[in-house]
């Protein structure tokens, strides 16, 4: 099984800031991890798809780089409506996995 | 698109529980159907995919134990919980791949969840 681990678990944040958080894959999986981001109460939303496609409807300042092991999703600007759980999921193998998650917070 | 999650509620241990999706809005035959569940507090447990001709994978901790099935017909997909145990206990979402030519690929359109809790 592909282990996905996700730094850092929790970051607070001042708006308009740019955050990173990464997933580290146990082995490569080439561009095969894909993004969400959950609310409270709600389901997860797709943000990026393969390592760094864009999505329609998501804003631009997310995006998502990495290839093999090591992925990133990066936030340039902090909004208030971005304080959520974000998980990172690989489709390269079977069992698919995620990442344990990170929670972003809005100091 | 709209994607219903049904058939959650409570079950002993043990017990068995059946659970349908029932998406619209996309050409459901065309699509592998994904089930994922996240067990309350906790994160998302990837734990099953069926692909549009059949082919079924399953996370290690439901083999055995869960089946999933889809009725293209009737664009409806299905997850039966057998021999369940109290870490089943979980909202269980479904969700579709997002491409026709991979059996796995990243997961869009998720409905709203079942939740289910084993207990006696």
């Known amino acids: 099984e592909i282990v996905l681990t996700q730094s850092p678990d929790f970051q607070s944040v001042t708006a308009k800031e740019k955050v990173t958080i990464t997933c580290r894959a146990s082995q490569s999986i080439d561009t095969s991890l894909h993004w969400y981001q959950q609310k409270p109460g709600q389901a997860p939303k797709l943000i990026i798809k393969?390592?760094?496609q864009s999505l329609s409807g998501v804003p631009s300042r997310f995006s998502g780089s990495g290839s093999g092991t090591d992925f990133a999703l990066t936030i340039n600007g902090l909004e208030a409506e971005d304080v959520a759980t974000y998980y990172c999921h690989q489709s390269s193998a079977f069992p698919n996995t995620f990442g344990q998650g990170s929670k972003l917070e809005i100091k | 698109v709209t994607v219903v999650e049904s058939g959650g509620g409570w079950v002993q241990p043990g017990g068995s529980l059946r659970l349908s999706c029932a998406p619209s809005g996309f050409s459901f035959g065309a699509f592998s159907m994904n089930w994922i569940r996240q067990a309350p507090g906790k994160g998302l447990e990837w734990v099953s995919l069926i692909s549009r001709n059949g082919d079924t994978h399953y996370t290690d901790s439901v083999k055995g134990r869960f089946t999933v099935s889809r009725d293209n017909s009737k664009g409806t997909l299905f997850l039966q919980m057998d021999n369940v145990r109290a870490d089943d206990t979980a909202v269980y979402y479904c969700?579709?791949?997002?491409?026709?030519?991979?059996?796995?690929?990243?997961?869009?359109?998720w409905g709203q969840g079942t939740r289910v809790t084993v207990s006696s």
């Open positions: 393969f390592a760094y």
């Open positions: 969700a579709r791949s997002t491409r026709i030519t991979l059996i796995a690929a990243a997961l869009t359109s």
